[in-house]
């Protein structure tokens, strides 16, 4: 039987779907524990690619025959390998093309809601990393928040939308991913904009994005309202978007909140984390729809693809939201914190103009989960 490549957007199809697979990793089995491709109805079966050099008899009992079965590696060569023996031994089946470094910058563009007078806005999920970014669109314009590396995406769907880019947002410093935000700008000469107290050591020139600013797109004049929200940076920033949305950045998830630690001022931005969470977003409509700038778990999807919840929702059953005591609070999100981003002090200086990796060594460091929330 041939054997047929299966895209990261066909993977991504199948998660939002929430349809059947069977995922056999070839990674190492530390790899595969560490990150792997989630899909609610996904079964699993993680196989080291060397344990398989002599054959694949002794794994074909584990392998379904009914369902897909999609090989998973890291670049996809060894998946290659695998499938071409399964499929010697009779088995339909699948590799994952561009493997797992494909997986991790795959861009999905989901459309979250309507403005007024035909804007739009719409979530770009990375599906494989739990980033999610976003742009704003009215009247052939268009405004970009927290945008990946990924920069060819974001171009395209813009001019897809007849829109020029001329506004382009960081919420914060990001620790976990390359911000493709300076590279857009420059492309589009759009007006780049950076939390200045998040920037005091950038080499490039930008605009302060302070609390208070207003920013409006297009004849109609959607407002994209900034409100400084700091603790997972000294810098931190939110918007609200057209008096519907509230991009939270990396303060507040669907499941968690923002962890402090990643400048390793933890216990001094503890205090200002709350007072963000606890204070400045109690004082806005509960009616507003939470965009985080992240998700951690599959779960965290709703049935279309995007992540969003109302903000009375999560006031209600987001734990993080519910600490009374601030010392038990504070205990939280000092010391339950999971493991550090992957070359997480690299992307940092990669973000501020200090280093310039190529594109290889890029994704290197991006490899991995996002890990900006606490446990």
Request: hydrophobic share 40%; with cysteine.
């Amino acid at each position: 039987m041939a054997i047929k490549a299966m895209t990261s957007k066909e993977v991504t199809k199948k998660v939002f779907n929430k349809e059947k697979l069977f995922v056999l990793d070839v990674r190492n089995e530390s790899d595969f524990q560490d990150w792997k491709i989630e899909g609610e109805n996904f079964q699993y079966l993680n196989i080291p690619y060397f344990e398989l050099l002599d054959g694949v008899e002794g794994i074909m009992d584990k392998i379904p025959a009914e369902q897909e079965v999609l090989v998973v590696c890291a670049k996809e060569g060894s998946s290659v390998m695998v499938a071409e023996m399964l499929s010697d031994a009779g088995l339909d089946v699948f590799y994952l093309q561009g493997g797992m470094k494909a997986w991790s910058e795959h861009l999905e563009p989901v459309k979250v809601g309507d403005l007024k007078d035909g804007g739009e806005l719409y979530q770009f999920v990375r599906i494989g990393k739990g980033c999610l970014s976003y742009m704003v669109l009215s009247n052939g314009e268009a405004a970009l928040i927290d945008a990946t590396r990924m920069t060819d995406i974001y171009l395209d769907f813009a001019k897809s939308k007849n829109a020029k880019i001329t506004h382009v947002f960081d919420t914060h410093l990001h620790a976990d991913h390359i911000s493709g935000g300076r590279v857009i700008a420059e492309k589009t000469n759009a007006t780049y904009w950076l939390p200045p107290k998040d920037a005091t050591e950038v080499t490039f020139d930008y605009e302060p994005l302070e609390g208070g600013n207003d920013v409006s797109i297009g004849e109609t004049k959607i407002n994209i309202h900034s409100l400084y929200s700091p603790g997972h940076t000294i810098g931190s920033t939110s918007f609200v978007v057209d008096d519907q949305f509230l991009l939270s950045g990396d303060i507040l998830f669907i499941d968690s909140i923002g962890r402090p630690d990643l400048a390793g001022l933890a216990e001094d931005w503890v205090g200002d984390l709350r007072e963000s969470l606890y204070s400045r977003y109690r004082e806005l409509s509960e009616e507003l729809i939470v965009l985080p700038a992240h998700f951690m778990i599959i779960d965290e999807l709703n049935e279309d693809g995007s992540v969003a919840e109302k903000l009375g929702v999560l006031f209600a059953k987001n734990h993080g939201l519910n600490i009374e005591d601030e010392n038990e609070f504070r205990k939280l999100v000092t010391e339950n914190l999971p493991p550090q981003p992957n070359a997480y002090q690299q992307i940092r200086e990669t973000n501020m103009g200090k280093i310039s990796p190529d594109t290889e060594k890029q994704r290197e460091m991006e490899i991995g989960p996002n890990r900006c929330a606490v446990r």
